[in-house]
């Protein structure tokens, strides 16, 4: 089976989503429901998990850095 929209049904792509996150009911941090909700656009056919996932290591990445209180880790 693949992971592309083209290779999935909706209902095979929310199991995709459900079993890659795992118990997001049951998380403690509240972050869990925020990664559900970033995957929809790939449940609704709309954008395909690699540019999901590109866009948030993208943004992620790039986020502005304070330098001054940063040190270590490849923080200059």
């Known amino acids: ?11 095979e792509r929310e199991r995709i989503v459900s079993e890659s996150l795992g118990n997001i009911d049951g998380a403690c941090d509240g972050c869990a429901a925020g ?3 970033m995957y929809q656009e790939y449940i609704d056919g709309k954008k ?7 866009e948030f290591r993208a943004s992620y990445v ?4 304070d330098k001054e209180d940063k040190s270590g880790c490849g923080y200059m």
Request: glycine fraction near 8%; avoid cysteine; proline fraction near 0%.
């Open 62 to 65: 790039s986020g502005e850095i």
């Open 1 to 11: 089976m693949g992971l592309l929209i083209s290779e999935t049904t909706r209902e």
């Open 35 to 37: 990664l559900a909700e």
């Open 48 to 54: 395909e998990l690699r540019d999901i996932n590109m």
